[in-house]
């Protein structure tokens, strides 16, 4: 019998604040504007597309695509879906 591998889907996991905020912040620490999409796009698979999207005002198609690898959303769009997760982002010095 051969084993059943499956894709590893990171929003399965996310599944409490402190979960969501270590991991958010480790993706920002790497600084890698990709990676931080795709990170809030796992947050908001964990969370329901669809009612983050409607939160931010935004289409659940459009937050899809806002969201892949390779997008390039404007600075305003990223923040509102960042709200509507109901995430702060913080500043702390080097």
């Known amino acids: 019998m051969k084993p059943v591998i499956t894709d590893f889907d990171p929003s399965a996991y996310l599944d409490n604040e ?14 890698n504007a990709d990676e931080l999409l795709t990170a809030l796009g796992h947050i908001a698979r964990a969370r329901g597309m669809a ?7 935004i289409g659940r198609e459009s937050l899809y695509k806002i969201l892949a ?9 990223v923040m509102k879906i960042v709200r509507a997760l109901g995430i702060k982002l913080h500043a702390v010095p080097t």
């Open 18 to 31: 402190q979960v969501i905020a270590a991991y958010l912040s480790q993706v920002m620490e790497d600084g």
């Open 51 to 57: 009612k983050v999207a409607a939160t931010a005002g």
């Open 69 to 77: 690898p390779g997008a390039k959303p404007r600075f305003e769009t």
